[in-house]
């Protein structure tokens, strides 16, 4: 007995050994990026927490959204304050909550949703949930979305650092092997939107996989229609106009599949809902033709892709506009 004691408070302290380090790895850098304030979700959340009752109009979602549309062509044109408040991986459940707290210190007449099969699927990224969540004023609102959002798997997410950060450990020792330099990351934003420099290179081009549809990726109707009602219902308990959009793809993907699931099962259930929405791969194509080369990867934008996705989204603005007048 003694002797399985012993062995087992010695894998306990090389358990709790491991994750301390793990987590001053993976921890600390975030921690030195909110000190010099050069974190982004840091910065994002200090602009909606110390600007209170400013923006007028709202973005939110993926990494799609915040690549996608650029505040300040955006505002030039409509005379708006907006802000784009999208962040990496974000998961529908914390685009819920994200808006809770974004409803306590602002008062957006509009509330633009990026809609995206993985954003209500059965992989969650903890790290960038987490991250964002952790500058949230409300630490109700950060247990919530632990708890509610997540349940078990949340709470043990959160608290095992080893558990949280698996996937990055997983890509760093991929990375290590393989000798392959992580690209560049650009560090221009404003406003929230994140100016991507980088162009898809033709060998990616050719590695391109089909876009989101229902045989590749575990998309759950039921987590997207449980927390699409909760948003909807707390946009307009604040008096807010939501919109539906889906960020633009490079069109060299469309091609790779026969049927479009993402698209198709997004203007049904928008339509089912009287929600408005649009797609930026189809909405005025004449007039906004997307090239492989407006992208920065498989599908995030880059800054001439965003250039036309916010032009679009200014023409999609008045064209609402003028159906509410």
Partial sequence: MKKFLKQFALGLLAFIIVNAIIAVMYEYPTYKSVQNETNRNYLKWEAIHQNQNTFDLIFIGTSRSYTSFNPKIID????????????????????????????????????????????????????????????????KRKFNLITEGY??????????????????????????????????????????YLHEGLTVTDAEISDFEPISNFENTTFSKARFTKYFNKIKELVNANNAKLIGLRAPYPPSRFTLYETDDEGVYFKSYMA?????????????????????QDFADYHHPNYKGAKKASMQFIDIFKDIESKNN
């Avoid at 809770?100 to 633009?112: A, G, H, L, T």
């Avoid at 890509?171 to 221009?188: E, H, P, T």
């Avoid at 089912?272 to 492989?292: A, H």
């Fill in 272 to 292: 089912k809902e009287n929600i408005p929405f649009y797609d930026l791969s189809t909405f005025k194509s004449d007039k906004y033709r997307y090239i492989d």
């Fill in 76 to 139: 030039s044109a409509l005379q708006t304050n907006s802000y784009n408040m999208s962040t990496s991986a974000q998961d529908i459940a914390e685009t819920y909550f994200a808006l809770e707290e974004i409803f306590e210190y602002q008062k957006p007449k509009y509330v633009v949703l990026d809609l995206f099969f993985q954003t209500a699927d059965d992989s969650h990224d903890y790290f960038q949930t987490f991250s964002n969540s952790s500058f949230f004023n409300s630490t």
């Fill in 151 to 192: 349940g078990t798997t949340g709470i043990l997410n959160y608290s095992i650092p080893i558990v949280k950060f698996k996937a990055y450990i997983k890509q760093d020792i991929a990375r290590l092997f393989s000798g392959n330099k992580q690209k560049r990351k650009s560090d221009v934003w404003t406003k929230g």
